[in-house]
């Protein structure tokens, strides 16, 4: 397994090195100056010029490339233009904010997804089970921003039962938090846990029809103890992975419902630094992403071996 | 915008029979969410090719008279803030949303499908190659993606497009790729390598056909995908250029008046809704109808 | 809707405009000037709302600095006097004024927020780092042409020097915020000022945090003991959060939302008289075929400005084609009816122009609000005469490199230009100025007479002579009709019920101190 896992890693190094070059191109590439969104619109050329060298824009792309490049394998990320603080100070504030949305959405997609994706596999001719996929269908079919606009005008506007965005941390105000996160989470779970529904019914149907959960009925086995006892352990496997890929997703790809919600998390950061140009957030992110995506990935693979020792990893 | 999973299907190996279309057409309309799925979409398009013959207005005419006047007889479903019918503006959004949707799929396969061959036929270092760029694509977040390409491309349907494909290239290739890695051990591939074919006939003529049915399901996901990455780039300003009446963008601005005229928003978006329930259950419709278990 | 101000020429409304409407500004907002009685500050927090993140060194003028520069900084001038179109003494207690020179006299007793007195060296300070270019700052193109330098006469005496006779020197020192100099190196990020609050803490992208300044000079302010804002970078979730009551104060509502909000009786719409802005669009001179002027008034004559100010800009302010109310002292009548809507003049000129089947052509937009419908209604009036506009929307800052880069043919803009003279309007707006002009004129035939009358109009104080220059001015832009002018530009400010004396001054920058929460 170890051996699995630096395999892995060495195949992380040029995918991280790839990805650093095409973002640091791909950013400049984009039209759009950071010195000339700071200077405004009325900036004359001499006044951009100078903003450029106190931004050291005005340096060869290599010796750019380079000397962050340096500086990040010193576990420096550079500084800001728009806000001139320190990007790695800028990242870990925001990152609070969006574990606390990816744990929400996570759970969301747990409490809500787990039970009735069993209660749809359990008894598929019930009306429950099947009004669960009518509305799964829906909720896969419903855009995140239109959802999360229809609960805020809802449930924050008209009924006022929750206030309609801002960020507490739990540890702070757990109670405000926490009714802070009920809208952001369901909009950003409902497609989440209609994958969980979707992923637990199909693979636990699975294992139901398979020899061992037969042999067990035979048994004389109670049905509720099948369940929770046999079926359930095995088939959570896929719904492990499904749920460790989508962790990968929440703690980047939450973009557009923070941008409803007001949500200062990453999504919202990298968005506003594409935006503005400020290329060393944009760079520092997305290396972020695609480190996230990897190790979640990884962890879903092991996730999966020591869960059903039959599954042995190579590398 | 979760992406569809890749493994779901792509790890599972296909019995070949005789006449897959039929078998497949025939196993989707048995199935209720089957018909339901092909119904929808049939409809969507058939509204689509025919919305210039069937919409009630012309859907870029502006009336200074009757901004945001609320579903009537005349406009069935309201008027939008420049008094244009939004019906008609409906209709006429099917056709962008379902170009975009086409038209990212089909590029998106385009590009995936060569090398997803390449790199499950050729292997060793042209594999690794292959599969590394695809990795890199897929570790951005794609809505990110998707903006920065739009930003560096400029906003309007065929940027957007060359986003979604892009944002869907790692999907398909992956998955063609794997598809090719388990049929490349088969006895026919083997016995038709035997025979002397060459390494692109077995691909085109061999691989290839086996690994259709399973793109297909992919690609009835990717549409969906794009559609709703068309109104999540269109809600963050980066989607069709006006006055072209794409969903994403009546959405866009029909959000500042949802509290005053909600058929704004309403419409649209029912329409993107209904266009991804149908694309979907066709997807899972294929989906059932090639899983082996069934026979 | 996104925000509106970004697609505002600089100084925006920083500049006043002397015009007869005072009593409808009174009249259109809660006026805190002149409070019957002096009350006890009260307390509480009052919470604002900024669309994204702030950044705080107030020589950058940013939109995203409004909001803290009233509350952590003061300027010697500001907008807030008795006269809201004309800068009144803040830091400033008494001044004298001469051609060429300003001597201020500085109010006493005002401390920084770190504890030191503010003293003249502050303001010399201030000025040196106005002119100093390696910044990067805007405030570098106001005081190095015109500032010859200042110097402290003694601890409350300041007196500036110009390099020639300059009628606008109260007006640029409304945007110079004084910072100490201590504190110039981390200002970015550890904000000092004289401001009625104090800077506690800012988390970007969540919120800033400001706490009462016990110190502050004016007695009995200010009134609230904390001012958040919060960012939230979704027009509508801004408001949802105003009508959901968690929080006070608004300030970049798209006109669509005006509407709807003045009839919402959770909320008092604070809206601005007009004139100080309006939203034109900007013809580039140097693209075919807009390098004849026939062309240009062809497009002139085919805009309903009626109809846009309407479905566009929902009737918040009249359509105009000029730049000046009637009631303004500036206004040229004949100069600002020229044009109406006929699109069978405008295809005659077309036709005389050698264009009698039209052309091709595109307009540029941002986030400014109502500009996606303007050019809509634009585009399909412009289609009966053969011209085809497409239109290509572009986010902020690709718009403003490919405005800066002059790769466009038409560009929607606000513009905003209050001051009190309309020689810095021209000045500090890129398309009407003379140097590094935007629309690009100076190969235009007419642009000679044009700069000459730009300098003479910058170069006396002679009232009656500056009128008839302007109004020489007033009739070449029409004329030469490089701006397409639609409609005057309020930009309302909506704030909760609770909210008690908040006056927002014409030049958009929000000061809290002598406001006060209800119940």
Sequence with gaps: MLSYVGARLLQAVPVLFLSSVVVFLFIRLVPGDPAVTMAGPNATPDQVAALRRVYQLDRPLPVQYLTWLGRLVQGDLGVSYTTRRPVAALVAQRLPATLHLAVGTMLVMLV???????????????????????????ALATPTFWLGILLLLLFAVSLRWVPPSGFVSITEQPLESMRLLVLPCLTLGASGTAIVIRFMRASMS?????DFIRTAHAKGLRESAIVT????????????????????????????????????????????????????IVQAMMLFFVAVFIAVNVIADLCYAILDPRIRLAG | MARPEPEAVGARRIAVFRHPAARITHAVLRDPGGRFGLVLVVTLIGLALSAA????FDPFTISADEPLSAPSRDHVFGTDELGRDVLSRTLFGARISLSVAVGSAGAALLMAVPLGLLAGYLGGPVDMVISRLLDTIFAFPAVLLGIGVVALLGTGVANVVVAVAIISVPTLGRLTRVSVLSQRNEEYVQAARALGASGTRVVTRHILQNVVPQLLVQTALVMADAVLLEAGFSFLGLGSRPPTPSWGTMLDSGRNFLSQAPWLGIFPGLAVTSTILGLNALGDALRAALSPRRE | MRQAFETVELPLSRRRFLRAGLASLAAGS????????????????????????????????????????????SALFDYQGKNPFAPSGQLAESWTETDKTLTVKLRKGVKFHNGRDFTSQDVVDNITRAKDKSIGHYLFDYF???????????????????????????????????????????????????????????????????????????????????????????DQARIANLLGGSADFVDTVAPSDVVRLKTDKRVQVITPPPGGFWYTNVINTSHKPFENKLVRQALNWSVDRPKIAKLAYFNLAPA??????????????????????DLARAKALLAQAGLPNGFESSIMLGKLAGSKEMAQIWAQDLAQIGVKLSIIEKEESAFWDTYGKGEWDIVAFGLGDGRLDPASGINNSSPLRINNNRAKIESQPFFEEYKKLVLEGIGTTDMKARKRTYDRIQTIWAEESWTVNLAFWVIPVVISQRVKNYRHPVDQVPHFAGTELGA
């Design chain 3, 30 to 73: 809660v006026w805190p000037g002149l409070p019957t009685r002096v009350r006890a500050a009260q307390g509480g927090a009052l919470v604002a709302t900024a669309p994204g993140d702030l950044q705080f060194d107030p020589f950058f003028a940013q939109t995203r600095a409004w909001i803290v520069q009233g509350q952590i900084f």
């Design chain 1, 229 to 280: 006892r046999h079926v359930l352990r095995v088939a959570a496997l896929p719904v492990v992975t499904v749920l460790a890929v989508q962790f990968g997703y929440l703690l980047g790809g939450a973009v557009i419902t923070e941008a409803v919600f007001g949500w200062p998390g990453v999504g919202r950061l990298t968005l506003d630094a594409i935006g503005n140009r400020d290329y060393l």
């Design chain 1, 112 to 138: 809500v997804g787990g039970p009735l994706g069993v209660v749809c596999a359990v008894r598929p001719r019930w009306a429950v089970s099947r009004a669960i996929a009518i509305l799964n269908a829906v």
């Design chain 3, 144 to 234: 190095d042409p015109t500032v010859e330098g200042a110097e402290a006469v003694d601890r409350e005496t300041v007196k500036i020097a110009y390099k020639q006779a300059y009628p606008l020197k109260l007006d640029d020192l409304t945007l110079l915020y004084i910072i100490p100099k201590e504190a110039m190196a981390d200002v970015a990020t550890k904000p000092v000022g004289t401001g009625p609050f104090k800077f506690v803490s800012y988390a970007p992208g969540d919120k800033l945090e400001l706490q009462r300044f016990e110190q502050y000079w004016e007695k009995g302010k200010p009134r609230l003991d904390r001012v958040t804002v919060k960012i939230i970078a979704d």
């Design chain 3, 320 to 341: 105009t084609q000029s730049r000046y109310l009637p009631s303004a002292p500036w206004y040229n009548e004949a100069a600002s009816t020229m044009y109406k809507f």
């Design chain 2, 53 to 56: 013959r069937i919409a009630p």
């Design chain 1, 206 to 210: 699975e294992v139901m029809h398979s």
